[in-house]
Every structure is written in C-alpha cells, then in structure tokens.
C-alpha cells in the first residue's frame, strides 16, 4: 500500500503563484514510481495535468505549459507542482497519483486551488 497527501493548495489571485506538494510513504520506491498531477474543476470531468517518470521525463498538457513545472525529491519522497501566472481556469481540485514499478497506481485526497480574478 502507498499513501499520498497532498498540500499546499490555497486561494491565490490572477498572476499569482502556489507550489503543491504531494508526499508519499508506505511499501514502495518511491524513486522508480512515475508521479502524474490531475486536476478536476466543479462540474467538469478529472484531467491530467503533468507528469514525471523516474528517470525524470516531464511531460505537461498543453493548458499548463510554460506555467507549471513538475519536480521531484526523491530522498524526500515528495514530488512537487510549482504554478506559475496561475488563471481562474486554474480553479479545481488537484490530485497527485503515483504508479509503482509494478503497475499499482494510487491516489491522494486532492488539494483545493481557487485563483480568483
């Protein structure tokens, strides 16, 4: 079993900046799982934000590019999701989710951003 909490979400306005933070522990390496970041606004379906593999390939869609950058501390366990000029569009839910070298994916609980305008 993996456990993932997410942090770092708030309210921030137009143009500003958060840096969320996804923590993992349990029974994994943490440095051979990928680490993907979701978002799902109110009403509308989850959608994958970035990704990074465990030999640090990045990977964004294509709304985020340029604004957002995914990390990772592998001593830490911990990967990261730094956003920048963040927009009201921006508003949702984000979730981190970790697939093991086996295959096992898991989910954190979310963390709530709300850009305002």
């Known amino acids: 079993q993996v456990q993932l909490v997410e942090s770092g979400g708030g309210l921030v306005q137009a143009g500003g900046s958060l840096r969320l933070s996804c923590a993992a522990s349990g029974s994994t390496t943490f440095s051979y799982n990928s680490i993907d970041w979701y978002r799902q606004a109110p009403g509308k379906q989850r959608e994958w934000v970035a990704r990074?593999?465990?030999?640090?390939?990045?990977n964004y869609a294509d709304s985020v590019k340029g604004r957002f950058t995914i990390s990772r501390d592998n001593a830490k366990n911990t990967a990261y999701l730094q956003m920048n000029s963040l927009k009201p569009e921006d508003t949702a839910v984000y979730y981190c989710?970790?697939?093991?070298?086996?295959?096992?994916?898991?989910w954190g609980q979310g963390t709530q951003v709300t850009v305002s305008s």
């Open positions: 990074i593999r465990s030999g640090g390939e990045l």
């Open positions: 989710k970790t697939r093991t070298e086996y295959g096992y994916e898991y």
